[in-house]
């Protein structure tokens, strides 16, 4: 069993930065691939980022890519999203996930993550 929590959100002017944390729970936190998504209001789940078990590999979406920076520290069961030159746009609730599929399985729908943090608000003002 791992458990998600957020954390470091908070409001920001836009141009400015934020590092969002997800702590887990759990001896077995190294094992999964965490991804990042977000949700504005009036609007559907939006993949973020994703980083490998072991920090190898990262993905961003376009949107967020050049700006963003996920890293994770596998002694501490944490992982890190660096936000830069955050924009009123990238204002959301941001949650983490973990998942231990892969190939076919790796989907991005809910329901292809084992737990999910329970979110933190980002708000960026003009």
């Known amino acids: 069993q791992v458990q998600l929590v957020e954390s470091g959100g908070g409001l920001v002017q836009a141009g400015g930065s934020l590092r969002l944390s997800c702590g887990a729970s759990?001896?077995?936190?190294?094992?999964?691939?965490m991804d990042w998504f977000r949700q504005a209001p009036g609007k559907e789940r939006e993949f973020v980022a994703t980083?490998?078990?072991?920090?190898?590999?990262?993905n961003y979406a376009d949107s967020v890519k050049g700006r963003f920076t996920l890293s994770r520290d596998n002694a501490k069961n944490t992982v890190y999203l660096q936000m830069n030159s955050l924009k009123p746009e990238d204002t959301a609730v941001y949650y983490c996930?973990?998942?231990?599929?892969?190939?076919?399985?790796?989907?991005?729908?809910?329901?292809?993550?084992?737990?999910w943090g329970q979110g933190t608000q980002v708000t960026v003002s003009s």
């Open positions: 996930a973990a998942t231990l599929r892969t190939g076919a399985l790796r989907t991005r729908a809910a329901q292809a993550y084992d737990y």
């Open positions: 980083i490998s078990w072991n920090g190898a590999v990262t």
């Open positions: 759990g001896h077995t936190f190294s094992m999964y691939t």
